[in-house]
């Protein structure tokens, strides 16, 4: 299964001038523990790797970049998405806004937290209209800012 899973705010936003607008722990705890499921393959574009400023522990990770000459410890680089999906049918697809805008077509699953705040962001989730809800968790409130966590699948489903 390819997933997504993204935080975003009220206009789809995920990140304001390379960063987070918001911190919620319980939101980054959730992160943790849903990639680490399944395969525990993540594939990240490389501003997203260099925002974190290193691999996650306990996954397999990927950066995905033009930069032919781009290295990083405990990374694979990838270089050619449509090859990399072609080999790998159990990603978590983890950002940024480039990476998600190229994959969302393939997604089975999009693990969305909603954040009921609009944090002006500059960078944007891709529209998710042709997907919906299938399990929808309780509202929570954390630092003051309400958010809820939901997956969606394709309205339709795709033929494997």
Known sequence: ???HIVALDTKRGIAKDGEQPWHLPTDSQYFRDQTKLYSGVVLMGRKTFEVMGAALPDRQNYVLTRDERFTADNVRVVHDLDAFMA??????IIGGANVY???????????????????AC???????DSFIARKSGPLQ????????????????????
């Open 1 to 3: 299964m390819i997933r």
């Open 87 to 92: 080999t790998h049918k159990d990603v978590w």
């Open 122 to 128: 500059d960078q944007f989730y891709p529209a998710y």
């Open 101 to 119: 805008e190229k994959t969302i077509h393939l997604a089975d699953e999009l693990y969305i937290t909603e954040i009921d705040e609009d944090f």
């Open 141 to 160: 409130t954390e630092n003051g800012i309400s958010f809820r966590y939901k997956v969606y699948v394709p309205q339709k489903r795709k033929q494997k």
